[in-house]
């Protein structure tokens, strides 16, 4: 490419305020990608503020190509910026409409896309100084004075061009070599800059700094099964005393009948949580702290199975509603490396695991893993997504995370399958591991719940047809389960704040 | 050990009230059942927990005083289940019968493996029941034989509220808890069953028994803290009772998932050389005796290893055990290079210590062989180790010792074999006196090396020489050609003993239907198939026939007959069906039928095939089906 020199007449005004928005998109998306807070005022300013990014690009876009600006740099400047909000805005968009795949997808495609864009950059750039360098070689060439003998002059010429400089933007630097400098060059320039993209990578998605907290609603209540009423209401038909004798004939109605008229009520004889405290939820929660659904990501196969298509969110949807504790207005979901960035009381009780293909943990997984279920007091809710398979995968995993629990089945009067909802048998939508729920204890704690049987395909909008029996007991259990897991939290924690004392 | 209590006489008495109450449906015992008419006079055993009017832990209430009668230790019973002597007394005439009927009492107290054994009432116990309480439990006792717990539950529960007093009341309550583990209700069977045996009846044998399950429960469900503190107070309260047997046993399953080797050193020693072996502890202290053995060997302790054997087996056994508990370490050991010497160790110390063993005396057959097993066990510990010169040696030895013979050179051959010297194998095989099983031998070594024209020269020669047995060496030659892939060949021979051996035609018919299936003659094959008798295998065969020629209608015609005529296989073809017609082009009907398997067989493990096949090929979400286990 050649380099044109040019001079950008950019108005001051303009570019303050663009600054301006630019530190508060930055704070946005600061609060919106590691602080979270969930507050609706929050959120509203977030998606204005995201929103205004769009006109502000749009704008930016038509002054580079304007007459006055026409300049292919310049324009390339303001349209990779304004790409970088513009994508932002999209997975903001796809985020809050509540679509996960696509905003999965379009995350993936934009950092693919973003890594292409800066290689391009770092191409034009290395190509833009090494020509410099070039010229500046040509430049003292021209100037050397101009010897008679030829011997001399050659001599004279090695020289100036031997002088091989340190800087890594000259294709010359001595560490390039000789034979193939450019070569070696672009080599060097693609390997450090797939390098710096991947680690900026890492420490945007997955280091430390990004801390996560996860709070539980505040509230308290006990650990019981729900009790169900029924109240009995006797509606008497009136009756009407007749004179046999009269001239009206009636229809006598029998003396006794009675209607009878059932209304099964069931009320919350309790409130369901844990603790002392106001309202249904838990001890040790924040007043802004709600319960969420997250779903653990992993290599290797189908974590995302029925992701996004109402299984995940159902299931939290009547989990609030059930147990009338506050709950997340959409599902999440996290890596497994990103289970560490949650801090020892602030992490989520629960995550949700399912699939039906391989599941394929690193050894640095497995350790957090196993540090997330013995040393944060998490648990996992397992669920069969679809083959024997994933049976084995799981357990296999299970047995390297926690080497020493032997699964076991759990029993039908476990408090898993009594509280909040008395389940008296295991509902599953298709027997793909077998038909018991096994579980791994540790100190008497159920710290991985598996179920063998797709209990999420029950939870979906079609309940994948299943009969309203089986699915009104899919949803118990998974109440029962999201609930053991919170208490059991709760319980942890008081216990942690008593020691404290 | 078991002890008979009872007396002539109070068998007899027993067996003649058995036989008038035989059927345990008789009119007499529903009567004074239903009518509740049995005066409630028996008692607890001493107990200062429960009082009068306090609620039983299944329903019933304790209303009598304490009696303070004897009570039956474990060791007083015979071990016999009542509903064996149940079955066997209308058969009782008189005295001597019954005589005869204990002392087979006594002679059942052989060994044998029975985990239930905890689970029983004495005869002596049964005999104190009146007939209405024998009754009750009896039909109790038929659903839970039966399997059918929910209802036993309810009829152990009805024995408890009528008869609480009764001797078998701890019986029927520990029943009713094993009844509630069945149901996967481990917590209940432990708290409100269990538990309430011991405090009830503490000095009942089924107090013993229940402290052991309060144990396997909690060990059952995971809760492994719980389970090794109830298993202690089982070694700590009854520690020769055989609940510490079996209590030591699950402790020992605990330490291998705690990793706990010194425990479990520990207590395998306890069962070896301090339990004493009953009929119901021989099985566990022997499997321990041979665990400690080999967990002696690969440390390098042969001595210990032998000791813990010789608590079990004498002789030649003792010898024979040494060496196959020996051969596994020794194997490991030498495997790695750091540990190699320890095990050439154990081998030269199980050698030298087998060789010390060898009888002196050959003056019989029987002893002759007896020794030359020892050079047999001396030879296989060597070949653990991997020294194929020693073992060469040993069995030269035992060759010039004892002359040659089939067995020894068999041994010989095969171990040759084990280390891929075929052809030596075979110059041992060619020696033996018996020509027809050398040819055999030599045949299954040429195909072990997939050599089958030489196996079937090998077979065909006894053909010829063997004519007794033309039809077993025609059918070896047809397998070698069916190995090699020459199916025509097989064919012919199955054709040929189609005609000899008319006796097993179905069999020849069968082998010649899947040799033309698999040499790609699916007509021929289905033809053959179909005059099997063996349905549904061959129509299972026939529509995959079908479904190879791409004759996805016939294939769906032949699985519906198995859907109607074969329950069991039912699943499997309906989800064939949806397969073929997924084959043959037709989705929607493909659909339908993976929605049937789900919806017809939710229990069944095809219905997890088809949910998943309609989730991942159709993308169909609803694809119908859900159970519940109960």
């Known amino acids: 490419m050649e380099a044109e020199p040019h001079s950008l007449s950019i108005p001051s005004h303009r570019l303050r305020l663009t600054g301006a928005f630019g530190i508060v998109w930055a704070i946005c998306l600061t609060n919106w990608m590691w602080i979270q807070l969930d507050w609706q005022v929050v959120t509203w300013c977030q998606a204005i503020v995201f929103a205004a990014s769009l006109p502000i690009s749009i704008a930016w876009i038509r002054w580079a190509r304007s007459p006055k600006q026409r300049h292919p740099i310049t324009l390339c400047i303001v349209l990779t910026i304004a790409f970088v909000f513009l994508w932002q805005l999209s997975v903001f968009s796809y985020d809050l409409a509540e679509w996960d795949i696509a905003r999965t997808q379009l995350a993936r495609v934009g950092t693919a896309a973003l890594f292409f864009v800066g290689l391009a950059w770092i191409v034009w750039g290395v190509e833009r100084a090494s020509q410099q360098f070039e010229s500046q070689r040509q430049a003292a060439r021209a100037e050397m004075p101009i010897v008679l003998d030829p011997n001399t002059e050659a001599q004279a010429f090695d020289q100036a061009t031997d002088q091989r400089s340190n800087h890594p933007l000259d294709p010359e630097a001595w560490y390039y070599g000789g034979h193939t400098p450019k070569l070696n060059q672009s080599v060097a320039a693609l390997a450090s800059y797939s390098i710096a993209f991947m680690l900026m990578f890492l420490v945007f998605t997955q280091m430390g700094g990004c801390r996560e907290l996860y709070e539980m609603p505040a509230g308290g209540g006990q650990q019981q099964t729900i009790s169900q009423t029924v109240k009995v209401q006797k509606v008497i038909k009136k009756k009407y005393v007749i004179n046999p004798f009269s001239a009206i004939s009636f229809k006598v109605p029998p003396i006794d009948e009675v209607k009878l008229q059932l209304t099964e009520i069931t009320k919350h004889a309790y409130t369901v949580g844990y603790g002392q405290g106001a309202g249904a939820g838990f001890a040790g929660g924040t007043k802004q702290g709600q319960v969420r659904f997250i779903r653990l990501e992993y290599a290797g196969g189908d974590w995302d199975q029925d992701f996004g298509i109402g299984a995940d969110v159902n299931m939290l949807i009547e989990y609030g509603v059930r147990t009338k504790q506050k709950v997340a207005k959409r599902t999440e979901s996290r890596t497994i490396v990103q289970l560490k960035n949650f801090p020892a009381e602030k992490s989520p009780p629960m995550v949700y695991l399912t699939g039906q293909r391989n599941i394929s943990l690193s050894d640095s997984e497995v350790k957090i893993l196993r540090e997330y279920l013995l040393e944060k007091h998490g648990m996992i809710f397992g669920d069969n997504g679809g083959s024997d398979g994933f049976h084995n995968q799981f357990v296999g995993m299970m047995n390297r995370v926690l080497p020493n629990v032997r699964p076991s089945r759990i029993p039908l009067d476990d408090m898993i399958h009594r509280v909040p909802f008395q389940i008296p048998f295991l509902p599953y939508v298709a027997p793909h591991g077998g038909k018991d729920a096994l579980g791994w204890r540790v100190d008497g704690r159920l710290v991985c719940y598996y179920h063998p049987g797709d209990i999420g395909d029950a939870w979906t909008d079609d309940h994948s047809g299943v009969s309203p029996e089986i699915y009104e007991a899919c949803y118990q259990l998974g109440t029962n389960v999201i609930f053991y897991a919170h208490a059991e939290y709760s319980k942890w924690l008081f216990s942690r704040q008593q020691r404290k004392k | 050990m078991v002890v008979l209590a009872a007396t002539a006489k109070e068998v007899s008495d027993m067996t003649q009230r058995l036989q008038r109450n035989a059927n345990p449906f008789s009119p007499e015992g529903t009567t004074a059942n239903s009518l509740g008419r049995e005066p409630q006079d028996g008692g607890y055993p001493q107990n200062p927990k429960p009082r009068r009017g306090d609620t039983m832990p299944c329903g019933g209430r304790v ?76 039909i109790a006792e038929k659903y839970y034989r039966d399997k059918n717990y929910k209802v036993a539950v309810s009829e152990y529960e009805k024995f408890l509220t009528l008869y609480e007093g009764s001797e078998g009341a701890p019986y029927a309550q520990l029943k009713w808890s094993l009844c509630k583990i069945e149901l996967r209700q481990q917590n209940t069977a432990i708290k409100e069953g269990f538990q309430s045996v011991i405090d009830y009846w503490p000095d009942s044998p089924e107090a013993v028994a229940a402290a052991y399950y309060i144990g396997r429960g909690y060990k059952d469900i995971g809760e492994v803290r719980k389970a090794k503190k109830a298993y202690q107070v089982v070694l700590d309260d009854h520690p020769k009772h055989l609940s510490a047997v079996y209590a030591v046993v699950d402790l020992i399953d605990i330490t291998t998932i705690d990793d706990d080797v010194e425990t479990r050193v520990k207590l395998w020693k306890r069962l070896t050389f301090d339990t004493e072996r009953t009929r119901e502890s021989t099985n566990h202290c022997v499997r321990a005796s041979q665990q400690l053995a080999t967990y002696s060997f690969e440390r390098g302790l042969f001595n210990d290893g032998v000791k813990a054997l010789e608590t079990t087996y004498s002789d030649e056994q003792a010898v024979y055990q040494v060496s196959n508990h020996a051969r596994g370490p020794v194997s490991r050991l030498v495997s790695k290079d750091e540990t190699k010497n320890k095990g050439e160790q154990i081998a030269d110390q199980g050698v030298a210590w087998i060789r010390q063993q060898i009888p002196t005396d050959r003056s019989t057959p029987e002893a002759k062989q007896a020794a030359l097993n020892h050079w047999y066990y001396m030879a296989d510990l060597q070949a653990a180790a991997r020294r194929e010169e020693k073992v060469a040696e040993i069995y030269d030895q035992a060759l010039k010792a004892f002359g040659a013979n089939d067995k020894t050179l068999q041994r010989l051959g095969d171990w040759y074999k084990s280390i891929t010297k075929y052809d030596q194998a075979r110059q041992q095989y060619a020696k033996f006196e018996n020509k027809i099983e050398a040819q055999n031998q030599i045949a299954y070594s040429y195909r072990q090396q997939q050599n089958y024209e030489a196996a079937v020269q090998a077979y065909q020669r006894n053909v010829a020489a063997d004519p007794d047995n033309q039809a077993k060496w025609s059918s070896e030659v047809a397998n070698a050609y069916r190995e090699a892939r020459k199916y025509d060949q097989a064919i012919a021979i199955y054709n040929e003993l189609m005609k000899t051996d008319s006796e097993n035609a179905d069999r020849w018919l069968w082998l010649m239907a899947t040799s033309y299936r698999d040499g790609g003659k699916h007509k021929e094959a289905i033809g053959y198939y179909r005059q099997c008798n063996n349905f549904p ?94």
């Open chain 2, 63 to 138: 209303v009598s005083p304490l009696r303070s009668s004897v009570r039956f230790a474990q060791t007083r019973t015979w071990g016999l289940r009542p509903r064996l002597l149940h079955a066997a007394a209308p058969r009782l005439r008189d005295h001597s019968i019954a005589l005869v009927i204990a002392m087979i009492g006594c002679l059942s107290s052989i060994p044998t493996a029975s985990a239930a054994r905890l689970d029983e009432l004495s005869l002596e116990r049964w005999a104190k029941l009146r007939e209405v309480e024998r009754y009750q439990l009896n």
């Open chain 2, 537 to 630: 295998s061959n129509y299972q065969e026939m529509a995959g026939c079908h479904r190879a020629l791409k004759e996805y209608g016939e294939a769906v015609i032949l699985y519906n007959q198995i859907v109607g005529g074969a329950p069991k296989t039912a699943p499997w073809a309906m989800l064939q069906i949806g397969y073929t017609n997924e084959q043959a082009g037709k989705k929607e009907s493909a659909i339908k039928a993976f929605q049937q398997v789900c919806k017809n067989f939710p229990k069944d493990r095809y219905a997890s095939q088809a949910h998943a096949h309609l989730q991942t090929k159709y993308k169909i979400t609803v694809t119908l089906g859900g159970a519940k286990d109960e």
